[in-house]
Nanobody, 115 residues
Framework: QVQLQESGPGLVKSSQTLSLTCSVS??????????WSWIRQPPGKGLEWIGY???????YYSPSLKSRTTISRDTSKNQFTLQLSSVTPEDTAVYYC???????WGQGTQVTVSS
């Protein structure tokens, strides 16, 4: 059973960088052919895919967020991390980490960006 758990600050100031970590248990983030995603849901809106990092370490991002997004990993800790720079209140959302397109999900973490 794969389990994912998001962690990070729940409040970030505008213009700062949002950083979240997803800790994975029950499976290795380096196992092919899996990839590991970040998805968010702003209040009152639908799910938005942010990007993913593949088992190989390659990362891919949503075109709309690419300029501000970095997804990296620490294989020794079996964790992957989201960094979103220059945040605004529009980045306020519940952030989820998932395996692939969502066969496994973390519980989600609320991030609020203050103006």
């Amino acid at each position: 059973q794969v389990q994912l758990q998001e962690s990070g600050p729940g409040l970030v100031k505008s213009s700062q960088t949002l950083s979240l970590t997803c800790s994975v248990s029950g499976g290795s983030i380096t196992t092919s052919p899996y990839y590991w995603s970040w998805i968010r849901q702003p209040p009152g809106k639908g799910l938005e895919w942010i990007g993913y990092i593949a088992w190989s370490g390659s990362a891919y991002y949503s075109p709309s967020l690419k300029s501000r997004t970095t997804i990296s990993r620490d294989t020794s800790k079996n964790q992957f991390t989201l960094q979103l720079s220059s945040v605004t209140p529009e980045d306020t959302a519940v952030y989820y980490c998932t395996r692939g397109v969502g066969d496994y999900w973390g519980q989600g973490t609320q991030v609020t960006v203050s103006s």
